[in-house]
């Protein structure tokens, strides 16, 4: 299969902030405010190569916050102390994330140390000034002009000047914010970067200009990216841990035991690992709700296998996997979704993810019952065959659901 790698993981990391920062249905654009910040506030200070490792840094500092409650600019947004208790340990997470993609560790350094202020009071480390990357003091300060965009009650670069000189000396350095403010001012960016409808092309403009991370073709920079972005997704629902990744083995055992050429396993494989990326866009309330949703709720949930198309339809490279993954919900019989295809019209992948993931859902933990055994989950999808599953695929799977669990 040819995917070219550097076109890929560039895409995956751009969408993924967007989904990620749409907070209860309303796109809030942070990350690509403080990437573009990041970008224009280092151009002409440091080598190009710099300007685009720190404007990918900006792109996924936050990505260490998918797990919060709530999105991470309402904590973000706030001084108490424990709001600051709650965001300590993003900048680890999202730097651990993003160490294990190909060619990411100079990004993942800068977003470890992003809240580390000029004057030792920042997190995770107190680190001081000289110890700071540039690259890290770059991406806190324009972190810093997009929480104050965020709130709403700045709209003026004079103001903005005025509530960011008081933390001069403290949060960053003098100079720095002159440059900042500079940048601000440059073709009236302040102006046209707040309201929310212009940030996508600011956002293009700039990370064309940045361009794309360049990826060897010898490594399967893409596999991993996806694991990580499977690390990501899970986090949103604390008793889904790892359920991505196993549905991807699950499913890649199946399609071997098939026999499917090489580029087919790959194709299911990696398509197991992103099918819930849709419900990134689902609320916390409804994935963690200890009691059996309504009928409205389990409507509102069923609509994260459409969300995974259209999110995956952003990413043009995989697009041979975007049925794969959001049809996992289509049942044999028709009754499925969100597409209602029946039968052959369902790809094979997404006939083998249907067992693949309600076989996982039924043996892992859920915030509303205990799990079931095994022997029951794969009794119960027996019993299922030729109405919710593809009964040739319930035959080769059967087996090696049944030797899980020994």
């Known amino acids: 299969m040819k995917v070219n790698p550097t076109k890929t993981v560039s895409e995956l990391v751009t969408v993924l902030p967007y989904i990620i920062d749409i907070d209860e249905?309303?796109?809030?654009?942070?990350?690509?405010?403080?990437?573009?910040?990041?970008?224009?506030?280092?151009?002409?200070?440091?080598?190009?190569?710099?300007?685009?490792?720190?404007?990918?840094?900006?792109?996924?500092?936050?990505?260490?916050?998918?797990g919060f409650p709530i999105h991470i600019i309402h904590y973000l947004k706030r001084t108490d102390k424990m709001s600051r208790s709650i965001l300590l340990s993003h900048p680890i997470i999202g730097a651990q994330l993003i160490y294990n993609i190909p060619k990411m560790n100079p990004i993942a350094k800068l977003i470890l140390?992003?809240?580390?202020?000029?004057?030792?009071?920042?997190?995770?480390?107190?680190?001081?000034?000289?110890?700071?990357?540039?690259?890290?003091?770059?991406?806190?300060?324009?972190?810093s002009i997009d929480i104050y965009l965020q709130l709403g009650h700045i709209k003026r670069i004079r103001n903005m000047e005025d509530k960011m000189s008081s933390f001069a000396g403290k949060e960053y350095s003098r100079p720095l914010l002159k440059r900042a403010i500079g940048i601000l001012k440059k073709k009236r960016l302040f102006y046209k970067i707040y309201p929310p409808k212009n940030v996508p092309a600011i956002f293009e403009e700039v990370r064309k200009n940045v361009g794309d991370l360049h990826i060897p073709l010898k490594i399967d920079a893409v596999g991993r990216t996806l694991e990580a972005v499977a690390q990501i997704i899970d986090m949103k629902h604390p008793f889904t841990s790892g359920h991505s990744l196993r549905v991807s083995r699950y499913a890649m055992a199946i399609a071997l035991s098939m026999g499917l050429p090489h580029d087919d396993v790959t194709k299911?494989?990696?398509?197991?690992?992103?099918?819930?990326?849709?419900?990134?866009?689902?609320?916390?309330?409804?994935?963690?709700?200890?009691?059996?949703?309504?009928?409205?709720?389990?409507?509102?949930?069923?609509?994260?296998?459409?969300?995974?198309?259209?999110?995956?339809?952003?990413i043009p490279t995989l697009g041979d996997i975007t049925l794969i993954a959001s049809a996992h919900h289509e049942k044999y019989d028709g009754s499925g979704y969100p597409f209602k295809l029946k039968g052959n019209e369902i790809p094979l992948g997404a006939r083998i993810l249907a067992i693949c993931d309600s076989f996982d859902a039924m043996t892992s933990n859920r915030p509303y019952r205990i799990p079931r055994t095994f022997e029951e989950a794969w009794r119960e999808i027996k019993s299922l065959s030729g109405k919710q599953y593809d009964p040739e695929i319930v035959e080769i799977a059967l087996p090696l659901l049944r030797n899980l669990g020994f």
Do not use: C
Request: zero cysteines; aromatic letters at 10%; proline letters at 4%.
């Open 113 to 143: 140390d992003h809240h580390e202020w000029i004057n030792g009071m920042g997190y995770p480390r107190a680190k001081i000034e000289k110890d700071i990357p540039w690259g890290s003091q770059i991406i806190r300060i324009a972190d």
């Open 268 to 314: 299911i494989r990696w398509a197991g690992l992103i099918h819930d990326i849709g419900k990134l866009n689902v609320s916390r309330r409804l994935l963690d709700k200890p009691t059996n949703l309504t009928p409205a709720e389990y409507a509102e949930i069923q609509k994260h296998a459409r969300q995974t198309y259209n999110i995956m339809s952003m």
């Open 25 to 66: 249905k309303k796109k809030i654009y942070h990350s690509w405010r403080v990437a573009v910040f990041s970008a224009l506030i280092a151009a002409k200070t440091v080598p190009q190569q710099q300007v685009k490792y720190i404007f990918y840094a900006g792109l996924l500092h936050d990505i260490g916050g998918v």
